[in-house]
């Protein structure tokens, strides 16, 4: 199993990202996937997930209304898309299946 992110970087408050997490090594269209963060001195936490098909998401209270999870399963890959984007949601974003996770891509909100 491979789990390899991209697209993060620095953003002004009030800006918008997409993350990419291109997945390979499993039959990517029959299973759930996960977006977790960790922010300095802070627990990872689970940003948002989202079933096989895409039918089903779910996220994290703090970005209710501001992010969406996505996914092509032709591509074998999960998007984040991050709008209206505040200083808290600076931290390492992490892809996650099962008990895989990616190595991470560093989101910096800051003027």
């Known amino acids: 199993v491979k789990l390899v992110e991209s697209g993060g970087g620095l953003v002004q408050p009030g800006g918008s990202l997409r993350l990419s997490c291109a997945a390979s090594?499993?039959?990517?269209?029959?299973?759930?996937m996960a977006w977790y963060r960790q922010a300095p001195g802070k627990e990872r936490e689970l940003v948002a997930a989202?079933?096989?098909?895409?039918?089903?998401?779910d996220y994290v209270d703090s970005v209710k209304g501001r992010f969406t999870i996505s996914r092509d399963n032709a591509k074998n890959t999960v998007y984040l898309q991050m709008n209206s984007l505040k200083p808290d949601d600076t931290a390492v974003y992490y892809c996650?299946?099962?008990?895989?996770w990616g190595q991470g891509t560093q989101v910096t909100v800051s003027s």
């Open positions: 996650k299946f099962q008990s895989y």
């Open positions: 989202i079933s096989w098909s895409g039918g089903t998401t």
């Open positions: 090594g499993f039959t990517f269209s029959a299973y759930a």
